[in-house]
């Protein structure tokens, strides 16, 4: 098989060595990420999996240090954490993924909450159902309000796109002041919580005992994140990336561009719905004080801290956006100071976020990457030379 | 248009050079990078009319009336001074601009009305002139985006895994590899497009549009940029393209490489037709002597 | 029995209250019309030329209007009105107005230096900006918040509005002459100053083309300060009126739900476009006032100003008058 490309020069040979070199060794800065990524699915499990366990068990083991007592709660704090996560994992598909700046985020989860509230609580007239129910009934409630905003908005250039959304949360928060059956500030009280009662009659899921509620949401998180991870690397997730980095190119080369933002704001919009309804669970109590512009900020906040773009660093930066104000109460009145200054910085110097992997958008990535070393190996054997005994023979 | 060519147009037409024959390529490559597209006309025959195609901005004429037609299997190049409406007309065909007057037909089909992802996907590719790959993305998912015009995979399927998704998939990654082997930059399918170098970056735009499968492949100034020996290797590139069973259409400044290559020239000026037919016959045609080349030879 | 999700009692149209009170309604609607006008010639311009939504804007004039308040408190304003000469009341608007336009200007120019310059001189993505911008919002806010708490300042009243002639019944008082006539006079001298002066023709040339303007020797980062600058005037001496106009306005979130509202105007009348923001402004305010006396309710105003947003984007994203600020014509 002849390995002479039809084009190149020697330089241009040159350099494409060094680039499959670089790509198969792990570079100096990017090293951990290189090494991880070499390492077969089995080890990675094999490390994986404790780091799981001690996550998953987060609240029970209530590290010293770490934990954000005597001030808050561990357990509830935990919980919140998992809540910011869950959020900034959504909002990463419409921002980090498809890079559309959605400031009205918040919006999404106050229908989620409601959602929640309107079937569960007694002070709700509606018809009632068993508060699991709600979780799916908000997820697709939210992914109509997001279709409904997304096909009058989305043909809009991206900057636009910013300030209607903001609108947006805003209008969801002022409808839920104005219509009286939405309660106001009164709200609703007594939102359905998971069933079960332990052995001592209690029930597992209540305000004030955040374990449950934790464990719930973290699992969850692994659930979407799989999910999550299977829509990137496929055809939806690079459309997303492309779009992202070139809209108008990625229209000519055949991504119905429309289509595709579409999906990603109602998938961003269903995961917004389901923390918000998992949040209205576990507080209990729904009114219309939540789910102001400051809060889409602070999710927006979320993602970019963690790594726009990258599934795992958002999770991170959720919960960091939710774990700082509660650890250092003292700086808790600074918080939004902090992370607004935090994002102007993280723009000018950082703007990958603190963990800046690229996501793998092939599902068969490790097929092509074999494949490249192949090719570079080859590349590096020499051609057999010819016997200088029989050279000089002849 | 660019202008950093303008010091390349040689002041004479060089002498039409035979082609040396392709190198063989990897046989191997080249059938799975191929196409495996279902064209409903013959070799030779009318694959894409274009129908009196007028462009106006506000006031002004970019395009004229335009009328010709390119043939399944060929190489056309089209050509004119700056100005003259290549680019318009090339927008025009590709959907980025609306024609205020004429058509355009890909097999018959009016692509005029079409959304621009519609056209690519009729079979209608490009190249950029300045090049838009999209950068935080290996070369090799740039092309699995073109590949991925031809795949039906939805959210929720991706979202599942099913059986097509994963089919689609594992198609890509062997067509997408395949792809980058044949315009020769396959062992950079795992770095970033922004930092490949400028000759590979083009290349792989090549290789994208070659992905969507394009009944019709358009290189908008693929050369520019290159040196000599560079070019020399894309004109062998564009010819391999060609006797793969793709029909092309180049737009380019470079008149050795357009001459060196294409089966046909369509000639631009001031957007209107000026002349049309093999390279021999429009380097010797004066008409386009003293229109296009005369200003520049004079110089 | 009406199920209470669709309870119909929620909204409800007043048309006879609108027809009773609709020349009042209009002459109010129009003052705060011209004050939307100046904040969104803010928005206006730095769009022009930097492509860019500043966010922050809102927060420029809201400095301005604490540096008023501030200035007024040091004068001896407060809740009453003060017993002075005309003249006297004259220069001490004059100098809360100068004041309240300098801390607009200079939060203005550190926020494009701080903030925007970093990011140009990087080659940020257009999302980074946003994100800069809202990130810089919401850090002035909260030192405001810091500073001076969750509380409204004091309201200060500079003077009581005397009626001043009747027209179709309804009484137009001195205020409303004031705020509408002076902002209409700014907002020809800022359409003056970029058709006229050589300033202006380097905004407009950077708005048009920034790349061949730099070429053809326009200092492209003068230019931007000059338009960041501008802006902050203008929403200096907007938020005096708005201080005027709501007393007890002057709080560190206040900024925000007028910013969007400017904005809005700065769409309806086509971004980019100074004239075009004047007639958007003054068109806002009206539709804002009709919509909340029409639907009983003030948080009506801030839902009818989004809504416009979005009926105006889907229908007509240039605007009413186009939006170019590189075509304005000298």
Redesign the interface.
């Known amino acids: 098989?002849?390995?002479?490309?039809?084009?190149?020069?020697e330089g241009?040979q040159k350099?494409?060595?060094e680039?499959?070199e670089?790509?198969?060794k792990p570079g100096r800065f990017a090293g951990l990420n290189q090494w991880w990524e070499q390492q077969p699915r089995v080890k990675q499990w094999a490390i994986l999996l404790p780091i799981a366990a001690v996550v998953f068990f987060l609240p029970v083991i209530n590290p010293p240090i770490i934990t954000t007592e005597p001030g808050n709660d561990w357990p509830l704090a935990c919980f919140d954490m998992a809540r910011f996560a869950l959020v900034a994992l959504g909002l990463n598909v419409v921002?980090g993924q498809a890079?559309l700046?959605d400031?009205g985020y918040v919006g999404f989860f106050a229908v989620g909450s409601y959602v929640a509230a309107?079937w569960t609580s007694p002070d709700s007239?509606?018809v009632h159902i068993p508060y699991l129910w709600t979780l799916p009934l908000a997820m697709l409630v939210t992914v109509v309000f997001g279709v409904c905003l997304g096909i009058?908005?989305l043909?809009?250039?991206?900057?636009?796109l910013?300030?209607?959304t903001?609108?947006?949360g805003?209008?969801i928060r002022?409808?839920a002041?104005?219509?009286?059956?939405m309660r106001g500030q009164q709200g609703f009280k007594e939102v359905g919580h998971p069933p079960g009662t332990g052995s001592d009659g209690i029930p597992i899921f209540t305000n004030n005992h955040g374990t449950p509620w934790y464990m719930l949401t973290v699992g969850i998180i692994v659930l979407v994140m799989i999910?999550l991870g299977?829509?990137e690397?496929?055809?939806?997730?690079?459309?997303w990336?492309?779009i992202?980095?070139?809209e108008?190119?990625?229209?000519?080369?055949?991504?119905?561009?429309f289509k595709f933002k579409i999906?990603a704001f109602a998938?961003g919009a269903a995961i917004g719905g389901l923390s918000g309804a998992l949040f209205a669970g576990q507080v209990g109590f729904v009114n219309n004080q939540k789910f102001d512009?400051?809060t889409s900020?602070l999710f927006?906040?979320a993602v970019?801290l963690g790594g726009s773009g990258n599934k795992l660093g958002v999770i991170i930066g959720g919960a960091l956006v939710s774990y700082i104000p509660n650890r250092f109460t003292s700086i808790a009145?600074?918080k939004?100071?902090i992370?607004?200054?935090?994002?102007?910085l993280l723009?000018?110097f950082r703007?990958q976020g603190l963990i800046g992997a690229?996501a793998h958008?092939?599902?068969?990535?490790r097929?092509?990457?074999a494949?490249?070393r192949e090719?570079?190996a080859r590349?590096r054997t020499p051609e057999p030379t010819p016997d200088p005994a029989q050279e000089a023979a002849s | 248009m660019t202008d950093q060519n303008h010091d390349e147009i040689p002041e004479v037409i060089p002498d039409y050079v035979e082609p040396a024959a392709p190198p063989s390529l990897d046989s191997e490559a080249a059938e799975k990078a191929a196409a495996e597209r279902d064209i409903a006309v013959g070799v030779g025959q009318t694959l894409v009319e274009i129908d009196n195609l007028s462009v106006t901005f506000g006031g002004l004429t970019a395009l004229d009336s335009v009328s010709f037609d390119i043939k399944r299997g060929e190489i056309l190049g089209l050509i004119g001074p700056n100005g003259a409406g290549k680019t318009t007309c090339f927008n025009a065909m590709t959907g980025v601009y609306k024609p205020s007057g004429g058509d355009v037909r890909l097999e018959g089909v009016s692509l005029l009305r079409k959304k621009q992802h519609t056209i690519t996907r009729m079979g209608l590719a490009r190249t950029f002139q300045n090049i838009r790959l999209w950068g935080e993305m290996t070369a090799l998912e740039n092309v699995a985006v073109g590949l991925d015009t031809r795949h039906r995979t939805s959210l929720f399927g991706a979202m599942l895994g099913i059986p097509r998704h994963r089919r689609e998939e594992k198609s890509t990654i062997e067509r997408g590899m395949a792809l980058l082997e044949f315009v020769g930059i396959a062992e950079a399918a795992m770095t970033k497009a922004s930092a490949l170098p400028y000759g590979h970056q083009r290349r792989l735009e090549i290789a994208r549009a070659l992905a969507t499968d394009p009944k019709l492949l358009c290189l908008d100034e693929p050369a520019a940029g290159f040196n000599p020996a560079e070019k020399e290797d894309l004109m062998e590139l564009i010819r391999t393209i060609r006797d793969d069973g793709y029909t092309v259409l180049l737009i380019e400044h470079d008149m050795k490489l357009v001459m060196g290559v294409t089966d046909r020239i369509v000639v631009l000026e001031f957007g209107k037709l000026l002349a049309e037919g093999p390279p021999k016959e429009i380097r010797e045609n004066p008409a386009v002597i003293s229109a296009y080349l005369g200003e520049e030879a004079q110089v | 029995m009406i199920h209470p999700l669709i309870d119909n009692q929620w909204i409800s149209f007043d048309w006879s209250s609108l027809g009773q009170n609709f020349w009042p309604v209009t002459f109010d609607g129009l003052t705060f019309g011209a004050i939307y006008a100046l904040v969104a010639l803010g928005y206006t311009l730095v769009y022009g030329v930097l492509n860019l939504i500043n966010f922050a804007h809102s927060e420029v004039f809201i400095s301005g209007a604490y540096a008023c308040v501030f200035t007024l408190s040091a004068l001896g304003f407060g809740p009453s009105p003060l017993q002075m000469p005309v003249i006297e009341l004259i220069g001490c608007l004059v100098a809360s107005c100068v004041a309240a336009m300098v801390a607009s200007a200079v939060v203005a120019f550190l926020l494009e230096r701080l903030a925007y310059k970093p990011l140009r001189s990087r080659n940020a993505s257009r999302l980074a900006f946003l994100i800069t911008a809202i990130g810089a919002s919401f850090a002035i806010q909260y030192l405001i918040y810091l500073w001076r708490g969750a509380s409204a300042e004091e309201s200060v009243t500079m003077f009581i509005p005397q009626p001043v002639f009747t027209v179709f019944g309804a009484t137009v008082d001195s205020q409303q002459i004031l705020i509408v006539v002076a902002a209409v006079v700014m907002m020809v001298l800022t359409d003056q100053f970029v058709r006229r002066t050589r300033l202006g023709r380097g905004v407009r040339a950077v708005a048009q083309d920034p790349d061949t303007a730099t070429l053809m020797g326009v200092d492209r980062e003068r230019i931007i300060v000059t338009t960041f600058v501008i802006g902050g005037l203008l929403a200096g001496a907007a938020s005096l009126f708005y201080v005027m106009k709501v007393p007890s306005g002057v709080i560190y979130n206040g900024g925000f739900i007028l910013g969007i509202k400017a904005f809005t105007a700065a769409v309806l009348g086509g971004i980019g476009n100074i004239r075009g923001a004047l007639v958007g402004g003054l068109l806002l305010g009206l539709i804002g006032n009709y919509g909340q006396i029409l639907l009983g309710n003030s948080q009506w105003t801030d839902v009818v100003s989004f809504v416009v947003l979005v009926l105006i984007l889907m229908v007509r994203p240039t605007g009413l008058l186009g939006s170019d600020l590189g075509k304005v014509r000298a």
């Open positions: 098989m002849s390995t002479e490309p039809v084009l190149g020069s241009a350099h494409l060595e680039l499959a670089h790509a198969n921002v890079g700046l400031l309107l007239s509606a009058p908005t043909r809009l250039r991206g900057d636009y910013a300030i209607v903001l609108g947006f805003e209008i002022l409808l002041t104005i219509i009286p059956a999910l299977n829509i690397r496929s055809r939806v997730g690079r459309a990336i492309a992202r980095e070139d108008d190119a990625a229209e000519i080369m055949g991504v119905p561009t999906w998938t512009v400051v900020v927006l906040c970019i009145d600074y939004y100071l992370f607004g200054v935090a994002l102007v723009m000018i703007s690229r958008l092939l599902a068969y990535g097929a092509a990457r494949r490249t090719l570079a590349r």
